[in-house]
């Protein structure tokens, strides 16, 4: 592989031995297709960033499968015992094949009845960060940046991962609550992927950024439309559809490698 990467120039490491910048000149797209057929079958992820204006000044962040490594709401469904169901609706939703809207309504309403403890036991024992989601956010707000968590999922968990991790601020859905069980329905308006694109134009208004100043982050059909709007919109472990349509693409690394798509070293991440 070096000898093929000889015109690209010396790398320059920002974490050793794990991500590297290479300066170049021309056409972007054919030296990023042409850097892609010189690594081959390594899992490697090849990203074309612009120098100018490379830190991003707002994080616009989905939550489940992005910051945490699991669906919330297909893990209550696990409790009531139709993972599988649900599961399969959510996969159809993040792929674009149906309306989010709809696919929330539907999957809340099969876990009517269920107790709401269940949601204390889905933040116990199955909400795990994702590696690299302190690191991100920390340094990034570190740097100067506002932080957004929005979520199609639901405050009960956006709050909490907020808090966590250290975001300014968190939007998402709320479960309506029948006694201290699930009523079967969500809060409306529903947040879904118009919702996280006018979150994202809400802070570049609030904080007076050009869209070129945002990053937005995500892995599903309802995350498109702030990641193409965003300066720097990123694909995580995506959806091929969401992939295909990104700008930028994590596919084989964690959150940190946001950072390095920035031109973070090592030493300057706060927490790394």
């Not at 690191?135 to 909490?160: C, H, I, P």
């Amino acid at each position: 592989m070096a000898a093929k990467l000889r015109n690209f120039g010396t790398p320059l490491w920002l974490s050793p031995g794990r991500a590297f910048d290479i300066a170049f000149t021309g056409d972007p797209i054919a030296v990023r297709d042409g850097v892609r057929i010189a690594v081959g079958a390594l899992p490697a992820d090849i990203n074309v960033v612009a120098v100018q204006g490379r830190r991003k000044r707002l994080l616009v962040s989905d939550m489940e499968s992005t910051i945490i490594s699991c669906e919330c709401l297909d893990e209550l469904a696990d409790i009531a015992g139709i993972k599988p169901k649900i599961a399969a609706i959510t996969e159809r939703a993040m792929r674009g094949e149906i309306a989010f809207e709809g696919a929330l309504r539907e999957r809340v309403g099969l876990l009517k009845g269920l107790p709401v403890a269940a949601l204390e036991d889905v933040w116990r024992n199955k909400v795990r960060l994702i590696a690299g989601a302190m690191e991100l956010v920390a340094t990034m707000k570190a740097n100067g940046a506002q932080t957004f968590l929005v979520s199609g999922g639901f405050s009960f968990y956006t709050a909490r991962v907020a808090e966590m991790v250290g975001f300014d601020a968190h939007q998402s859905n709320a479960l309506n609550i029948d006694g201290d069980a699930l009523a079967g329905t969500v809060g409306e308006p529903i947040l879904g992927r118009e919702a996280k694109l006018e979150a994202l134009e809400k802070g570049l208004q609030e904080f007076g950024l050009a869209a070129s100043e945002a990053l937005a982050i995500g892995d599903g059909a309802n995350d498109l439309a702030m990641i193409q709007q965003a300066g720097m919109g990123v694909a995580f472990h995506a959806k091929p559809m969401v992939a295909a349509s990104a700008g930028f693409a994590i596919n084989f690394g964690d959150l940190r490698d946001v950072l390095y798509l920035q031109g973070y070293r090592d030493d300057e991440i706060v927490g790394g």
